[in-house]
């Protein structure tokens, strides 16, 4: 999946961002189509993993950066530099992807899950360059057998911090 966003929104040379980097298949996927990538998690084990999955080399030049940091603040980023974003956040409270890790949004209710997507939402429009795309891969969870329409709610969030809808895949 992020190999396709990434053909489709982006171009080469340009600068992807991924701050729910995770093992770094984003990234992989820009150094192999010769993007430059941003790659940020707030686990310490997931930028170590990243790490190790970006040694490899190929014929593009790119430039990857990877940061252990929270999503929600990404100040090491100037404003309207990044052409696309591709990410894929931890679903509320269901895979906790770390042991308590302080800002680790896996840990947290729907509720304050969402809260904090509101920040991510808003970093993701300060950081992102004007006309220029975010993807965002999550999906629906379900609570006491009912379905909890994550993926809407989340949508939401970006559509409140400033960004329109393009599609829904």
């Given at each position: 999946?992020?190999?396709?966003?990434?053909?489709?929104?982006?171009?080469?040379?340009?600068?992807?961002?991924?701050?729910?980097?995770?093992?770094?298949?984003?990234?992989?996927?820009?150094?192999?189509?010769?993007?430059?990538?941003?790659?940020?998690?707030?686990?310490?084990?997931?930028?170590?993993?990243?790490?190790?999955?970006?040694?490899?080399?190929?014929?593009?030049?790119?430039k990857?950066?990877?940061?252990?940091?929270?999503?929600?603040?990404?100040?090491?980023?100037?404003?309207?530099?990044?052409?696309?974003?591709?990410?894929?956040p931890?679903?509320?409270?269901?895979?906790?992807?770390?042991?308590?890790?302080?800002?680790?949004i896996?840990?947290?209710?729907?509720?304050?899950?969402?809260?904090?997507?509101?920040?991510?939402?808003?970093?993701?429009?300060?950081?992102?360059?004007?006309?220029?795309?975010?993807?965002?891969?999550?999906?629906?969870?379900?609570?006491?057998?009912?379905?909890?329409?994550?993926?809407?709610?989340?949508?939401?969030?970006?559509?409140?911090?400033?960004?329109?809808?393009?599609?829904?895949?």
């Open positions: 999946m992020p190999r396709n966003l990434i053909l489709r929104y982006s171009n080469p040379n340009d600068w992807v961002l991924d701050q729910f980097m995770g093992s770094g298949t984003t990234l992989v996927e820009a150094k192999l189509l010769g993007r430059n990538a941003v790659g940020v998690d707030i686990n310490p084990q997931s930028v170590s993993i990243s790490e190790t999955n970006l040694k490899f080399q190929c014929e593009s030049k790119s990857i950066f990877i940061k252990n940091g929270n999503a929600t603040d990404l100040n090491f980023i100037k404003d309207s530099r990044i052409d696309f974003i591709c990410t894929h931890p679903y509320a409270n269901i895979i906790k992807y770390s042991e308590g890790i302080e800002g680790d896996s840990l947290l209710d729907v509720e304050t899950f969402l809260s904090e997507m509101s920040k991510v939402a808003n970093e993701c429009y300060r950081v992102l360059k004007h006309e220029k795309m975010c993807a965002l891969m999550i999906g629906d969870i379900r609570k006491h057998g009912k379905v909890v329409p994550l993926g809407f709610r989340v949508m939401e969030c970006f559509l409140q911090a400033g960004f329109s809808n393009k599609e829904i895949i």
